[in-house]
Each structure stands twice: as C-alpha cells, then as structure tokens.
C-alpha cells in the first residue's frame, strides 16, 4: 500500500477539494479530497 505522501503526489489528481468545520468547542476540523478525472464527470 501507499504511504500517504505518494498518493497526493501523483500526477493524476486534478481537482483539489478542502472543507472546514468547527466543533461547540471552537475546535477546527479539517478535510482534503483529491480528485481525479474519473470522479469529476
């Protein structure tokens, strides 16, 4: 399996998706999704 950094480093991904959010706590929650041209249609 691939490590984590050899993934996002591939040439194939074309879209980047980032999203935020926070708990009651004020506590940031994050998310990445990398795309490629096999989800974008």
Same mark, same amino acid.
């Given at each position: 399996?691939?490590?984590?950094?050899?993934? @996002?480093?591939?040439?194939? &991904?074309?879209?980047?998706?980032?999203? @935020?959010? &926070? #708990?009651?706590? #004020?506590?940031? &929650?994050?998310?990445? #999704? &990398? /795309? #490629?041209?096999?989800? /974008?249609?």
């Amino acid at each position: 399996m691939k490590v984590h950094r050899e993934n @996002i480093l591939q040439d194939s &991904f074309a879209e980047l998706g980032a999203g @935020i959010d &926070f #708990n009651d706590d #004020n506590q940031p &929650f994050y998310t990445e #999704n &990398f /795309l #490629n041209d096999q989800w /974008l249609y």
